[in-house]
T-cell receptor
Framework: GQQVMQIPQYQHVQEGEDFTTYCNSS?????IQWYKQRPGGHPVFLIQ?????EVKKQKRLTFQFGEAKKNSSLHITATQTTDVGTYFC???????????FGQGTTLQVKP | EAQVTQNPRYLITVTGKKLTVTCSQN?????MSWYRQDPGLGLRQIYY???????DKGDVPEGYKVSRKEKRNFPLILESPSPNQTSLYFC????FGRGYGYTFGSGTRLTVV
């Protein structure tokens, strides 16, 4: 079945360093969503990308949707301790109402 | 305040004892869904509902039941819980297809002994 894979699974960075997580789908996606889950919390919706090659920014976060609409990335510039958490991408399964999540990338930031 | 409310937050139960986790949303969302979260496996969809009386299986539906009799409520039922259903469960809702993403509840941590 359709799969959404994320790498890396874990990332430890020093505060101020950049961070990137990558998301790859086994099939073309109509859109991709990104979520953040703080430790002990619930996932919170960050953004949705729809267009091929789309790039969106939210302050220090840059989200990109690949030209083939099968991959996406989230880049954080100059990480802060408030960026700690697990970042998930999610894409809709074709012709169903399912939303499939990647396994997530857990970010640790050392002050 | 717009939210998804799950109850209970924590539950310890014994194998085979039927239980229900409730989920309610106050945003008039058509779409509701249940996920379970396990270490290393991310969020896996159990069931979803695209509107009242319309439910469908996600990727891991075995051992679970749902119903959608009203738009705001989407309870998750475990008829005969087993230890492999020990997990963190999230309910979520959305205006399906309108780019708003899911709003998640705070989660229910279930332990089956």
């Amino acid at each position: 079945g359709q799969q959404v894979m994320q790498i890396p699974q874990y990332q430890h960075v020093q505060e101020g360093e950049d961070f990137t997580t990558y998301c790859n789908s086994s099939t073309t996606l109509s859109n991709i969503q990104w979520y953040k889950q703080r430790p002990g919390g619930h996932p919170v919706f960050l953004i949705q990308l729809v267009k091929s090659g789309e790039v969106k920014k939210q302050k220090r976060l840059t989200f990109q949707f690949g030209e083939a609409k099968k991959n996406s990335s989230l880049h954080i510039t100059a990480t802060q301790t408030t960026d700690v958490g697990t970042y998930f991408c999610a894409g809709p399964a074709s012709n169903t109402g399912k939303l499939i999540f990647g396994q997530g990338t857990t970010l640790q930031v050392k002050p | 305040e717009a939210q998804v409310t799950q109850n209970p937050r924590y539950l310890i139960t014994v194998t085979g004892k039927k239980l229900t986790v409730t989920c309610s949303q106050n945003m008039n969302h058509e779409y509701m869904s249940w996920y379970r979260q396990d270490p290393g496996l991310g969020l896996r969809q159990i069931y979803y509902s695209m509107n009242v009386e319309v439910t469908d299986k996600g990727d891991v539906p075995e051992g679970y039941k749902v119903s959608r009799k009203e738009k705001r409520n989407f309870p998750l039922i475990l008829e005969s819980p087993s230890p492999n259903q020990t997990s963190l469960y999230f309910c979520a809702s959305s205006l399906f297809g309108r780019g708003y993403g899911y709003t998640f509840g705070s989660g229910t941590r279930l332990t089956v002994v």
